[in-house]
């Protein structure tokens, strides 16, 4: 199947090495630092689990994330240009980042050098699990033969029905990145509530709270449910990434209770994978973080 145009995505994406080498994916690395001088990118120079090791070691040591910059993203796409394809560039949301504009400035500087390559550059509105599944339908639709402009248009489409759905271990770094205020962040330790947080069109809602972390995390399966119910899809019209961050055990007991659950609602089995969660956003909701990516499959919504 003739491929169209090849697609690049900042490292706010999140997804496996492997998953990018089955999808061709180019990523731009975000850069992470614990002590605001030395910079390294997440996922190449530090290792995840790594650096979750290290916020779990030293809580009151907040990491700092940096952009990747106009020169990373003209290496990327200069790299598919020589190649002689037009490029999707997927970005996290402007409301959390600069990474936009640094591939926007990219972009105009590979035109100058290879004028007949296109280059669209999509504020995804999206992070993490969320701008993965996001770019799993991108590359869905062009192994399909979707031309550029025709994804385009879908995934403006498709990019509304994107939700991460959330939890966190404690809310010690949502009041750090100033999400929260101090005295709700104590009395929110204190009490052991567990907030459960929907990211929708690039900012974050609240979507109730919780006693203790077992209540929490049935309660972000709930979202989940209560999502395809609004939409009237079943899980298996949507594509569903589970995220985490330091506790891989737990993850695999939750992706068990995930797809009990979605069985006994829905009546179909559906296998929904793992995913680590990156430094991007690691960073402001912490090592303990899980949750959802979701979106509707682009075959579902051509179908409706």
Same mark, same amino acid.
């Given at each position: 199947?003739?491929?169209?145009?090849?697609?690049?995505?900042?490292?706010?994406? &999140?997804l496996?090495?492997?998953?990018?080498?089955?999808?061709?994916?180019? +990523?731009?690395?975000?850069?992470?630092?614990?002590?605001?001088k #030395?910079?390294?990118?997440?996922?190449?120079d530090?290792?995840?689990?790594d650096?979750?090791?290290?916020?779990?070691d030293?809580?009151?040591?907040?990491? $700092?994330?940096?952009t990747?910059?106009?020169?990373?993203?003209?290496a990327?796409?200069?790299?598919?240009?020589?190649?002689?394809?037009?490029i999707?560039?997927?970005?996290? =949301?402007?409301?959390?980042?600069?990474?936009?504009?640094?591939?926007?400035?990219?972009?105009?500087?590979?035109?100058? $050098?290879y004028? &007949?390559i296109?280059?669209?550059?999509?504020d995804s509105?999206?992070?993490?699990?969320?701008?993965?599944?996001?770019?799993?339908?991108?590359?869905?639709?062009?192994?399909?033969?979707?031309?550029?402009?025709?994804?385009?248009?879908? @995934? $403006?489409?498709?990019g $509304?029905?994107?939700r991460?759905?959330?939890t966190?271990? &404690?809310?010690?770094?949502?009041?750090?990145?100033?999400?929260i205020?101090?005295?709700?962040?104590?009395?929110?330790?204190?009490?052991?509530?567990?907030?459960?947080?929907?990211?929708?069109?690039?900012?974050?809602?609240?979507?109730?709270?919780?006693?203790?972390?077992?209540?929490s995390?049935?309660?972000?399966? &709930?979202?989940?449910?209560? !999502? %395809?119910?609004?939409?009237?899809?079943?899980?298996?019209?949507?594509?569903i990434?589970?995220?985490? %961050?330091?506790? !891989?055990?737990?993850?695999?007991?939750f992706?068990?209770? #995930?797809?009990?659950?979605? %069985?006994? #609602?829905?009546?179909n089995?559906?296998?929904?994978?793992?995913?680590? @969660?990156?430094?991007?956003?690691?960073?402001?909701?912490?090592?303990? =973080?899980i949750?959802?990516? +979701?979106i509707?499959?682009?075959?579902?919504?051509?179908?409706?």
């Amino acid at each position: 199947m003739e491929k169209y145009f090849t697609i690049v995505s900042d490292g706010s994406c &999140d997804l496996p090495e492997q998953t990018l080498k089955e999808h061709n994916i180019s +990523v731009v690395h975000f850069l992470v630092s614990f002590d605001g001088k #030395t910079y390294q990118r997440e996922g190449i120079d530090i290792e995840l689990k790594d650096f979750y090791q290290r916020m779990v070691d030293h809580p009151n040591i907040i990491p $700092k994330t940096a952009t990747p910059s106009p020169q990373d993203f003209y290496a990327a796409f200069e790299a598919r240009a020589k190649e002689g394809q037009d490029i999707i560039c997927i970005c996290i =949301s402007t409301k959390l980042s600069s990474s936009v504009q640094s591939a926007e400035i990219a972009a105009q500087m590979l035109k100058e $050098k290879y004028p &007949d390559i296109r280059v669209v550059v999509l504020d995804s509105l999206c992070a993490t699990l969320m701008q993965a599944v996001y770019v799993l339908e991108v590359c869905r639709m062009r192994d399909a033969g979707y031309s550029l402009d025709h994804t385009v248009e879908m @995934i $403006k489409r498709l990019g $509304k029905t994107a939700r991460i759905l959330f939890t966190v271990g &404690d809310l010690h770094y949502l009041q750090k990145g100033g999400r929260i205020g101090k005295v709700t962040s104590i009395a929110g330790n204190l009490l052991n509530v567990k907030p459960l947080i929907t990211l929708q069109d690039g900012e974050i809602h609240s979507s109730g709270i919780r006693r203790g972390r077992r209540k929490s995390l049935n309660g972000i399966i &709930d979202l989940l449910i209560n !999502y %395809c119910k609004d939409y009237n899809c079943a899980p298996t019209d949507c594509n569903i990434i589970i995220g985490y %961050c330091h506790d !891989y055990e737990e993850a695999v007991r939750f992706q068990k209770l #995930t797809e009990e659950r979605l %069985c006994e #609602t829905f009546g179909n089995q559906i296998s929904v994978p793992l995913c680590p @969660i990156g430094a991007t956003i690691g960073v402001h909701a912490g090592p303990y =973080s899980i949750g959802y990516g +979701v979106i509707q499959r682009s075959d579902f919504i051509t179908h409706v």
